[in-house]
């Protein structure tokens, strides 16, 4: 499934004047409001920033898919500095983002792992720790 917003919907989330108008020239004059368009264009057209803030506009029925995206690319930043993590309490969390990608993760989960990450005592493991709430939040 592909994650989907409309301008109404970014409207509604009062997206910033710029990005707004460059996205709504980038889909042209027969574009209408209320006709959704893929999250990705949002990528292509106005670039990384607006893409996540755009994730706020994705309408509830595609949640799960929302929660999916976030906790994989979530996973993917961590993995990037993964060699850094010199404790596996920190490692786990990048486990964790890919398993609540499948089936949502129980809050308390969410919390022991962000416990765990922080005691690690690594300054990567802060990171890891914010992606834990990042993803239980999203």
């Not at 499934?1 to 020239?25: F, R, V």
């Not at 595609?62 to 850094?84: C, H, P, T």
Request: net charge negative.
């Amino acid at each position: 499934m592909t994650l989907t917003i409309t301008l109404q919907e970014a409207n509604t989330q009062h997206a910033c004047e710029p990005s707004y108008t460059t996205m709504k020239d980038a889909l042209g004059d027969g574009w209408k409001v209320h006709q959704p368009f893929p999250l990705l264009q949002i990528l292509d057209v106005c670039g990384l920033e607006d893409a996540l803030w755009a994730l706020r506009c994705v309408p509830p029925e595609q949640a799960a898919e929302k929660r999916r995206v976030i906790s994989l690319f979530l996973a993917d930043v961590l993995s990037r500095v993964e060699r850094y993590m010199t404790d596996e309490r920190s490692r786990a969390v990048i486990a964790l983002l890919r398993e609540h990608a499948v089936t949502p993760v129980s809050k308390e989960r969410w919390i022991q792992a962000r416990d765990a990450a922080f005691a690690a005592d690594a300054a990567v493991a802060a990171y890891a720790a914010f992606a834990a709430y990042a993803a239980f939040a999203a």
